[in-house]
């Protein structure tokens, strides 16, 4: 069996870098030898995973099973190397054949973990981009069609008539049920951690605002540890000192940067698709024709670099990849260490992308 020696600096536990050699081999890790301090030169760092992927390169994953493999070619070139392709609201029926799309796509670069239907059981009074039309009562017999085809994550607003044996009936079924656009109070946020919502999906976007003698969704989230909260880190979606409250309420291994983005990523301005509805990219916006935010233009990588400059390095990194293969599960990913899969980003002293590997295989190089 063929061995690469991949030669840079390592995050270690502490935070500092540490030259290492990290042998891979059959797609794995198989030995990290460390030295003494390192240099930013060449990072080696697990590979990002991103749990909200409506769109990239001009591809949007609503489009099926050609989109979602162009989506993931292109996305290694930001470091990822795993993603949930994101359907928004959408009728029940198409939802399902979304999942199986996402379960038949391609996978040339970064692996397809699984399908994330945004909806459509959410708050219409909180429904940012989605289409109206589109939602609906989580009703038995719905979530029953869902569970036909049951995708990997599903978003919901807990707070909705039958939200709460959604959640439960959801969670039995092994889908990773998030709340989001959702108007649930805090008791109603902690009612439906109880339930099985164990993600909340881009914090303090399309929930109430965090108010002092009405915490809501946002204070649930922030107070519950049993829950992990996607943030978009962009400069955009939220502003810096509220990423730094969640980041000191949470620490990383409560938040999963999140991208949200939308086929514009990753493009010049200009009119793109998003699940069925026209948006429009603007400097670092997507929106609607009537000016509501409709995902974000954002990349991972970008994401990464913006917060490490809060949080350091190290739990940047926790935050990209870490973080949400814990939340998935992926007990053999997000780590460099030995028997872990060779999923790998080599970052530049500008945190900029040079490589990715994904199974131990060179999926993008600049």
Do not use: W
Not at 19 to 33: K, Q, T, Y
Not at 314 to 336: D, E, F, I, K, Q
Not at 342 to 349: M, N
């Amino acid at each position: 069996m063929s061995r690469e020696v991949l030669r840079g600096s390592v995050v270690g536990p502490s935070g500092a870098l540490r030259h290492a050699l990290v042998s891979i081999a059959g797609g794995r890790i198989v030995e990290v030898e460390l030295a003494g301090p390192g240099d930013p030169e060449a990072i080696i760092a697990p590979g990002f995973i991103d749990l909200q992927v409506n769109g990239f390169a001009g591809h949007d994953a609503g489009d099926g099973e050609g989109a979602i493999g162009a989506i993931s070619e292109r996305l290694p070139s930001t470091g990822v190397t795993g993603f949930l392709p994101t359907l928004i609201s959408r009728p029940v029926a198409e939802g399902r054949r979304f999942v199986r799309a996402v379960a038949d796509a391609p996978a040339p670069g970064a692996r397809v973990l699984g399908a994330h239907l945004e909806g459509p059981f959410l708050n219409p009074d909180y429904r940012g981009a989605h289409d109206e039309r589109f939602l609906v009562l989580p009703a038995p017999e719905r979530v029953g069609e869902v569970l036909e085809q049951p995708p990997r994550m599903l978003t919901l607003a807990p707070e909705l008539a039958g939200g709460l044996e959604a959640v439960r009936r959801l969670a039995c079924a092994g889908v990773l049920v998030s709340a989001g656009h959702s108007g649930a109070t805090y008791d109603e946020g902690l009612a439906a951690f109880e339930a099985g919502v164990r993600f909340a999906t881009h914090l303090f976007n399309t929930m109430p605002r965090l108010h002092h003698r009405a915490p809501g969704l946002v204070g649930a989230a922030l107070d519950d540890s049993r829950v992990t909260a996607g943030i978009v880190a962009d400069g955009v979606h939220v502003h810096h000192s509220l990423l730094a409250l969640a980041g000191c309420a949470k620490g990383p291994r409560g938040l999963a940067l999140t991208t949200d983005q939308v086929a514009a990523a990753g493009m010049p301005p200009g009119r793109y698709r998003l699940s069925g509805r026209d948006v429009i990219r603007e400097g670092d916006t997507v929106r609607l024709d009537d000016g509501t935010l409709a995902g974000s233009a954002a990349t991972m990588d970008l994401l990464l670099r913006r917060a490490a400059e809060q949080f350091g390095l190290h739990r940047a990194l926790a935050m990209a990849s870490r973080t949400p293969a814990r939340v998935l599960g992926l007990h053999g990913r997000g780590r460099v260490a030995a028997g872990c899969d060779a999923d790998l980003v080599v970052l530049g002293p500008d945190l900029r992308v040079r490589r990715t590997l994904v199974a131990g295989r060179t999926v993008y190089e600049s």
